[in-house]
């Protein structure tokens, strides 16, 4: 039982900096462009969970939507006032 191979990839360091490039990403559709940054977030998060950071990986997918959301309520806040 315990050498049974793994199908989960093994983390790389590409994959780490391509999941910490996703968080920039978010922080960036959070103070600057939310649709550009967000999608851009969205994509290097996914691609680092793909290549085997898998929980990070996703988190950074999902801090990317939610920062665009708020970004977006923000802006339209501002705008309607």
Known sequence: MADMPSTA??????ARIVTIVGFVFAVLALL????????LGVIAGVVGAVLGDKPL??????????????SLVIIGALINN
């Open 9 to 14: 990839r093994p983390r790389s360091n590409a």
């Open 32 to 39: 600057l462009n939310p649709i550009i940054f967000g999608v």
């Open 57 to 70: 990986g996703w988190y950074a997918a999902v801090a990317s939507v939610v920062a665009a959301i708020i």
